[in-house]
Structure formats: C-alpha cells, structure tokens
C-alpha cells in the first residue's frame, strides 16, 4: 500500500466517502489538513472525533502518526551506521511486508535484498558471572 492510499483509506475510515470527496483537495502530502488554511473544512469535520489528532494548525487521523517520518524505518540506499549501533532491517514486497529481519554486517549480509533499515535503542543488560 502506498502513502497515499493509506491516507485516503485512513479519512474515507472516519469520515466516509462522500465527506472525503469534499474534503480530499485540502489534504496535504501526509494527510494533514491545515485548519488555518482551510476554515470551512473545520466545519465539515467533527473535530471531537477521538480518531483525530487536533494539533495548533492541523488535524489528521491518528492512524496516520509517524507516516511523515515512515514511521523511523529509511530506504536502505541511505543506510548510514555505526559499529556500535543496533538495526533492523525489512523488506517490503508488492504484496505488503515480509517480516522483519536481524543481522550482523558482515561478508554474508545481503544489503540489496532489504528494502528499509531502522535505528533501535538497546541497552545490553549486565552480564553476571554464574561460577
């Protein structure tokens, strides 16, 4: 699924069909609608709805938080890490995702067949000697 379906799929969830119709040319590139900008939308969008996040300018469907930043995950062709750095790879097919995938970098890592790579914290907990 792409953004943009996603964001559509999203406002057509709350709303339906017929609002987003009135509604579709003011949502912008990550499904926000600039409120400011767009003062009779507010008045067709009940904004007391708890599936929408009301921000100081804009409104959009909580569904869609983290779609502006992909949620973390980048494209691979922008992988830049350290040594010391702990990530996660994916794979995204045509048919959705695939799971998510460990592994060290190494000879063996396949770095074209991910698609995403994401940057998680880890904290390694205290190592105890059992003897």
Request: with cysteine; hydrophobic share 35%; charged share 30%.
């Amino acid at each position: 699924m792409t953004k943009q379906e996603k964001i559509k799929e999203e406002w057509i969830a709350i709303y339906g069909e017929e609002k987003y119709n009135l509604i579709k040319y003011a949502i912008k590139e990550n499904g926000y609608i600039d409120c400011v900008r767009n003062p009779e939308i507010s008045e067709i969008i009940n904004t007391c709805e708890k599936s929408i996040y009301w921000g100081t300018t804009e409104f959009y469907p909580l569904a869609l938080k983290g779609i502006s930043t992909n949620n973390g995950w980048e494209l691979i062709e922008d992988l830049a890490i350290e040594d010391n750095e702990y990530v996660l790879f994916l794979r995204m097919t045509e048919g959705g995702e695939v799971p998510i995938f460990t592994s060290p970098l190494g000879e063996d890592f396949k770095i074209g067949y991910f698609t995403h790579w994401k940057r998680i914290s880890f904290e390694k907990p205290p190592l105890f000697d059992t003897k």
